[in-house]
């Protein structure tokens, strides 16, 4: 079996995972996981799919046959990723202004820990109507790294955007 990493981006309309579902069934290929939005009225999209070797370069030809309309796509051969590192999650909400992700996502590569899934969004605030910003991410972090080492090196950025950050172990399967 082949590993494939397919990306799709472009224009939102109806039937493009349909499309892709079905290409992909007709070259044999099992879906495995998927994360896909519309943000914007621009669809993104990731797909993780196995196929039988000889089936890759025709699914892979087939798949780019769908670009249409502005959609683009890419499908990489991956390797089978093995991984032993722990996960956690982290929630975070503040008041939102420009660096955030940038700011959090530096303090958390200086240690080592990477960021398998992240998902962000503004709201209004409740009571002062301000624009809040909110994010949950999984992080994969190396066997050695406490929590407690991340929420240290956590704090000080924390204290500096002004945001209230929660790990959390158990959320994580």
């Known amino acids: 079996m082949t590993s494939l990493a397919v990306t799709l981006i472009g224009n939102d309309r ?8 079905e290409v992909a069934t007709q070259h ?17 999209g990731i797909v993780h799919l196995d196929v039988p070797a000889e ?3 025709p699914l892979t030809a087939a798949l780019k046959a769908l670009a249409k ?28 202004n420009p660096g955030i992700v940038r700011d959090i996502a530096s303090a958390l590569s200086s240690i080592g820990v ?9 709201q209004s605030g409740s009571m002062s109507g301000e624009t809040m910003f909110k994010a949950e991410a999984r992080l994969r972090l190396p066997e050695s790294l406490t929590l407690n080492d991340i929420d240290n090196k956590l704090a000080s950025v924390s204290n500096d955007l002004m945001v209230d950050i929660i790990l959390n172990e158990s959320d994580v399967s």
């Open 55 to 57: 089936q890759a370069e």
């Open 69 to 96: 309309d502005g959609l683009q796509i890419n499908a990489v051969s991956t390797a089978a990723s093995v991984n032993n590192k722990r996960e956690i999650t982290l929630q975070l909400m503040g008041q939102d």
């Open 28 to 44: 044999g290929a099992n879906w495995l996981e998927s994360q896909m939005a519309d943000l914007a009225g621009q669809f993104a």
């Open 114 to 122: 990477s960021i398998a899934e992240l998902e962000t969004d503004t």
């Open 14 to 21: 109806p039937g493009i995972i349909q499309d892709v579902a």
